[in-house]
């Protein structure tokens, strides 16, 4: 007990004076902050001269903090704002100054400048005209009546506009908003007008362009977002258009249009996406039907089709489906035919059905519009040599066999062909010629197609077997019949025509 007498004694002695220390520390710390205040915006005013503008504002903020009624550090402060072009960023201080100090003219003038720029003229031409009213310079006085003027004239315009667009004269409402965004290069509104005039006249490009910088001008422009989204969509990107959705998304995860447009977006996408990863597998018959679901998910954007029918044309190229890939490719052409991939795929097709002409007349047409492509160049040259190939002898035609048949399918062709051309069964010495002579070409044709590189020779436009060919390697057949001495197609024996066919 007598311990905390003690105590409280003491706290009560020393507690006045710890009271006038606490007074003396707060009285330093209100002289000191009016210096503090200078001090940062003297040092700001020195990195703002210097280019060290983030460091400058820095200052400023300080500045502010330190003495909210300083109109000076505002104005500084919108000075660096406007310098790092945060122009909305700078409004805000403006106008502070203005309220602090209504007879700031350069800095009323210099607000209404960025309130016509972003389209807000009513503000503006207020701004304008107190300038007017006040005392201004020569220079100010001339500047605020020319931007009011401006501003009039605007005003007219966009009455004009909005006339036009009622009246569905698109093209004369967006030349109208040229005029109005050349001073009103931050006006949200017109160019969100302008972007739908150009929507209304297909002109999709510009649209893009203004809905892109509306978006970056307000900063929770969903509706923005959501223009951009579907006008992707409709032009058949649908990644672009999965991008600008999820903007709209992040802003408002809860936005009903942006959301229903999402899942339709998200559920093509993955489609078109597993459809090429079939491809990539060499799936081809199933990429082919998940283009068809494709086609389902979105029957009303023409692109989309017309996107789906050229890769299921791809796909039945790469899976030796000649008849039915000419088809698909042809009607893709009939509505895109400059599409330089269709006509390499449908050349390829015809090349695969032996329709050689028409292979090279798709390359040669590919070729027209991309004079680089080696593919294409390859592609000719095999489709012409392939053609003179033809014209001569066609092994695959020889034992009527298609050229992707397998070799157990070669040898049994052969061996019905070589019992029934075989010598042995012709009597007539012109029947049993032209019979030798059909046996041989059968017998050669076996032999080119069941050796691999001989075949990959003959399909790429070489003939093993072609005189010629063998002044560059080796020949296997030399010269005439007598080259089959000791060769018999059924392995039973030395080949003399004796043998019969039980």
């Known amino acids: 007990m007598v311990l905390v007498n003690h105590v409280a004694h003491r706290i009560l002695t020393y507690f006045p004076y710890v009271l006038v220390l606490l007074d003396l520390r707060y009285e330093g710390a209100d002289c000191g902050r009016d210096g503090d205040v200078e001090n940062h915006l003297e040092m700001g005013k020195k990195l703002l001269a210097a280019g060290q503008l983030a460091d400058a504002l820095s200052h400023f903020h300080a500045a502010v903090d330190g003495d909210p009624q300083n109109y000076m550090a505002f104005y500084r402060r919108a000075t660096v704002y406007l310098a790092m072009g945060k122009s909305k960023s700078a409004l805000p201080d403006l106008s502070r100054v203005v309220e602090l100090k209504p007879d700031f003219t350069s800095v009323r003038l210099q607000r209404g400048n960025l309130l016509l720029k972003q389209g807000k003229l009513d503000e503006a031409e207020s701004d304008f005209k107190k300038v007017l009213k006040s005392n201004p310079s020569d220079k100010e006085e001339r500047e605020a009546q020319s931007q009011l003027t401006r501003s009039d004239e605007i005003q007219r315009l966009v009455t004009q506009v909005h006339s036009d667009f009622d009246k ?17 290069v931050w006006d949200v509104a017109s160019r969100e007008l302008r972007a739908e005039c150009f929507i209304r006249m297909g002109e999709t490009g510009k649209a893009i362009s203004d809905l892109k910088a509306a978006s970056k001008l307000k900063n929770d422009n969903t509706q923005a977002f959501y223009k951009l989204s579907t006008i992707y969509y409709n032009l058949g990107d649908h990644e672009m258009s999965l991008n600008e959705v999820r903007e709209c998304l992040k802003l408002d995860p809860d936005h009903k249009q942006c959301f229903s447009h999402y899942k339709q977006v998200k559920k093509l996408s993955k489609q078109i996406q597993s459809a090429e990863e079939l491809i990539q597998e060499h799936r081809y018959e199933d990429a082919v039907t998940k283009y068809e679901a494709v ?30 890939a000419i088809s698909v490719c042809s009607e893709v052409l009939q509505s895109d035919p400059e599409n330089v991939n269709i006509l390499k795929d449908r050349a390829e097709a015809y090349i695969q059905d032996e329709q050689y002409n028409e292979a090279i007349k798709d390359y040669e047409t590919a070729g027209r519009h991309d004079e680089n492509d080696r593919q294409i160049k390859e592609g000719l040259e095999r489709a012409q040599r392939l053609l003179k190939q033809s014209q001569r002898k066609d092994y695959y035609k020889i034992l009527g066999v298609k050229r992707n048949a397998q070799k157990k399918d070669i040898i049994k062709a052969y061996r019905k062909l070589a019992q029934q051309w075989h010598p042995d069964n012709f009597r007539d010495p012109e029947e049993k010629k032209k019979a030798e002579k059909k046996f041989i070409d059968i017998a050669q044709a076996k032999e080119v197609l069941t050796d691999p590189e001989m075949r990959t020779k003959f399909d790429h436009g070489e003939d093993p077997m072609d005189p010629e060919s063998q002044q560059r390697g080796h020949h296997h057949f030399h010269g005439g019949f007598q080259g089959f001495q000791g060769f018999n197609p059924f392995g039973s024996g030395p080949f003399g025509f004796k043998f019969g066919f039980n």
């Open 295 to 324: 086609m389902k998910t979105e029957p009303n954007v023409f692109h989309y089709s017309l996107h789906a029918k050229g890769r299921i044309c791809h796909a039945l190229v790469q899976g030796q489906q000649a008849s039915k």
């Open 168 to 184: 569905e004269e698109y093209v004369k409402a967006a030349a109208q908003l040229d005029t109005i965004i050349e001073t009103c």
